[in-house]
C-alpha cells in the first residue's frame, strides 16, 4: 500500500505540474456533487491525458485495497491496526473526494492542499500497522543466536 500511494503521489506531482484541468468537461461546477463527480471521474479516465487518467484510475484501485486493508485487519482483531487500517481507509476516501471530486469539479487548489495532506495522513497509518506488525524470525537468524 505504501508504494501504492507513493506512485499514486508521484503521478499526482505531474498532474499538478503539467496537465491543466479544463474549467468546461462533463460534470465540471455541477449543481449535483455525486452525479457531476461521477461524470467528471469517467471524464478523467476516458478523454483526459494520459497521466491524469492513470493517477484517476490508481486513485479508484487505492480506495478498493483501503478497504480490503480493513477486512484484513478485522481479520486478526488487533484494535490498534484496525483502527490504524479504518483511520487510513479514511483519509484515503477523503483525498479521493478532494481530489478525484472536488478538485476535477471545481479546480480548486485547495482541494489539492487537503488532498496531499490527507494522503500524508494515510501514510502514517499504514507505517504505523508495519511498525507494530512483529519481527519475522528467518532460520538464518534463529541460527545466529544458537551460537
Known amino acids: 500500500m505504501l508504494a501504492v500511494l507513493l506512485?499514486?503521489?508521484a503521478l499526482g506531482i505531474a498532474v499538478n505540474l503539467y496537465v491543466s484541468i479544463p474549467a468546461h468537461h462533463p460534470g465540471a461546477r455541477s449543481n449535483d456533487y455525486i452525479a457531476g463527480s461521477w461524470q467528471s471521474l469517467v471524464w478523467a479516465l476516458h478523454h483526459a491525458p494520459a497521466v491524469l487518467a492513470a493517477h484517476t484510475a490508481l486513485g479508484l484501485l487505492i480506495v478498493l485495497t483501503a478497504a480490503g486493508l480493513v477486512l484484513q485487519t478485522l481479520r486478526l482483531r488487533r484494535r490498534s491496526?484496525?483502527?490504524a487500517a479504518t483511520l487510513g481507509a479514511a483519509f484515503v476516501i477523503g483525498a479521493g473526494f478532494?481530489?478525484?471530486a472536488s478538485f476535477l469539479d471545481y479546480n480548486k487548489t485547495t482541494?489539492?492542499?487537503i488532498m496531499?495532506?490527507?494522503f500524508a495522513l494515510a501514510m502514517l497509518c499504514y507505517l504505523?500497522?508495519?511498525y507494530e506488525l512483529p519481527a519475522v524470525r528467518t532460520p538464518h537468524s534463529q541460527h545466529?543466536?544458537?551460537r
Do not use: E
Open 116 to 118: 496531499a495532506l490527507l
Open 7 to 9: 506512485s499514486q503521489f
Open 81 to 83: 491496526r484496525v483502527a
Open 144 to 146: 545466529r543466536r544458537r
Open 98 to 100: 478532494n481530489g478525484g
Open 111 to 113: 482541494n489539492s492542499l
Open 128 to 130: 504505523a500497522i508495519i
